[in-house]
């Protein structure tokens, strides 16, 4: 059964770069049926797509955080990182990572969700 | 880039059937039939309920269903039941995103 995981630092502080892992386990990420995504969900709001990346390097990103994301897949790792830079207040959330259809582009597997803190 | 749009909250007794409704445009839910919808429980990762508008993910239970019409999606819950209280969240394929978009979130409250 697939599992994703995520890790990283709970703090980030303003201007910094946020750097999240999700370990995959009980599958690979050079599915090609499947992208591997990242998304935030602020406190007491709802869900936000930030990107999702294919291990064969065609990846989409939200607009609204186009300049400062990337997502990256490593298959000899099996993971996949996400990378958002210049962090303000305005970034703290739990962050989830998720395995995306390639065909319907439904979520069907959740990593368990980090919280992420940007603060001085 | 703007959200789908739900109720805030739908309530009901146990054993009854509700439905949330979730709003697009023709640029989402009115020309695709890429909508899925996700339960959440607090402090938990979200869960796919429905995929493609209809389909079920294994283990899903049957007493959710979902449907679409025009611009609009809907999830519907029939035998309701304690554990159904959580919130739930629709999303589409969006043209002009490429990136699903989600909608606003619904909170089921059982009576």
């Known amino acids: 059964q697939l599992q994703l995981q995520e890790s990283g630092p709970g703090l980030v502080k303003p201007s910094e770069t946020l750097s999240l892992t999700c370990s995959v386990s009980?599958?690979?990420?050079?599915?090609?049926?499947?992208?591997w995504g990242w998304l935030r969900q602020p406190p007491g709001k709802g869900l936000d797509f930030i990107g999702t990346m294919h291990y064969s390097g065609a990846g989409y990103y939200n607009p609204s955080y186009e300049s400062r994301i990337t997502v990256s897949v490593d298959a000899s790792r099996n993971q996949f990182s996400l990378k958002l830079t210049s962090v303000t207040v305005a970034d703290t959330a739990v962050y989830f990572c998720?395995?995306?259809?390639?065909?319907?582009?439904?979520?069907?597997?959740w990593g368990q969700g980090t919280s992420v803190t940007v603060s001085s | 880039q703007s959200a789908l749009t739900q109720p805030a909250s739908v309530s009901g007794s146990p054993g009854q059937s509700i439905t949330i409704s979730c709003t697009g445009t023709s640029g989402d839910i009115g020309n695709y039939n890429y909508v899925s919808w996700y339960q959440q429980y607090p402090g938990k990762a979200p869960k796919l309920l429905i995929y493609e508008v209809t389909k079920r993910p294994s283990g899903v239970s049957n007493r959710f269903s979902g449907s679409k019409s025009g611009n609009t999606a809907s999830l519907a819950i029939s035998g309701l039941q304690p554990e159904d209280e959580a919130d739930y969240y629709c999303s589409s394929y969006r043209t002009t995103s490429i990136l699903e978009v989600f909608g606003t979130g619904t909170t089921v409250i059982v009576l």
């Open positions: 998720a395995r995306r259809s390639a065909a319907g582009g439904e979520l069907d597997v």
């Open positions: 009980g599958g690979s990420v050079n599915s090609s049926g499947f992208f």
